[in-house]
């Protein structure tokens, strides 16, 4: 075999092998899906009472479909519209709708303790600034955190700790262990698949101190809901007693109109075999019959439902 066949030859097999490394690298970042969300199925069903012109009527009884798995409330937003005004379900208060345009979006679990908190971090030059307390974004001369890209960094009072492989429900005190100071160093708070080139927040909770205000923070993911990058989300809850101003914010919280009733104690966790009632929360949602959307989101994902509209 003469040099020129060999080395058509090769060219040949080179490029082949780039092709089905790219087909094959293509593949994989077109078909990743996110481990965030939840397989459950949500089984809608109009409550059995009749509904009148009062204001605290049940609504809907929804329960999981077979093979379920238990659910976080802090990671639950469930929200009903009716007659085109939407209603966040919770145990006590919900996100105001319609808040200011700002670089920080929050809204409130349906535990009505836990926000979850998404930074628009695209400006590559310049900072987005978090006060956490108030859930708000803020300036560079009162901040927890600061967000540029994928590099977040805390204020310079902030002491903090990462529990790595700890879930978020399960840190409800303090910690014991000594708390870093370092704040001039970008926190480590995720992991780069260079597969399918992704950042993945890495598993864990940090917890933040300064003066006598403790709270937790995980990070969820670093894509809005249009899969864009550089929009760090995160969950963030009070610890231990701590104050939350941002939970008696009227410009942020309100009473909720729909209400959540289980019979469960577990106040955690939908559990797979839970049944849950929505019901008015002296609010007139629904005067004698009216047709409910029901759209619920887990961990930012929506969750499939039996029926994405009923006539009550």
Not at 73 to 93: D, K, P, Q, R, Y
Not at 222 to 247: C, E, H, I, K, W
Not at 262 to 290: K, R, V
Request: with cysteine; proline share 2%.
């Amino acid at each position: 075999m003469n040099r020129k066949r060999l080395t058509t030859i090769v060219v040949c097999v080179s490029m082949i092998i780039l092709l089905v490394v790219g087909a094959v690298w293509t593949y994989l970042v077109t078909s990743y899906e996110s481990d965030l969300g939840t397989s459950n199925t949500v089984v809608v069903s109009s409550s059995e009472s009749p509904v009148d012109g009062s204001d605290d009527n049940l609504l809907l009884e929804l329960s999981f479909a077979d093979d379920a798995e238990d659910l976080l409330w802090s990671s639950l937003e469930i929200e009903l519209e009716i007659e085109g005004s939407a209603h966040t379900c919770s145990f006590g208060v919900q996100s105001k709708s319609n808040q200011s345009d700002s670089l920080v979006s929050t809204n409130l679990g349906s535990d009505g303790l836990t926000f979850t908190a998404e930074i628009d971090a695209t400006d590559e030059e310049a900072f987005t600034y978090f006060e956490i307390g108030e859930q708000i974004e803020s300036d560079a001369s009162n901040y927890w955190m600061r967000f540029s890209s994928t590099d977040i960094f805390l204020g310079e009072n902030v002491s903090w700790i990462f529990l790595e492989d700890a879930s978020f429900v399960e840190i409800v005190e303090n910690p014991t262990s000594e708390l870093s100071n370092d704040t001039e160093s970008s926190l480590d708070w995720y992991t780069y698949d260079l597969s399918v080139h992704r950042v993945d927040p890495n598993e864990g909770v940090y917890v933040l101190q300064k003066d006598d205000m403790w709270f937790k923070v995980s990070f969820l993911t670093y894509y809005n809901s249009d899969d864009d990058s550089r929009y760090p989300t995160m969950q963030v809850a009070a610890l231990n007693g701590t104050d939350f101003p941002a939970l008696s914010n009227p410009d942020l919280v309100i009473p909720s109109t729909c209400m959540i009733f289980t019979e469960d104690l577990d106040m955690d966790y939908w559990n797979a075999n839970e049944t849950i009632t929505l019901a008015e929360n002296g609010f007139n949602l629904c005067s004698q019959s009216c047709t409910i959307k029901i759209n619920i989101e887990y961990e930012t994902t929506l969750v499939e439902v039996s029926k994405s509209e009923i006539q009550i």
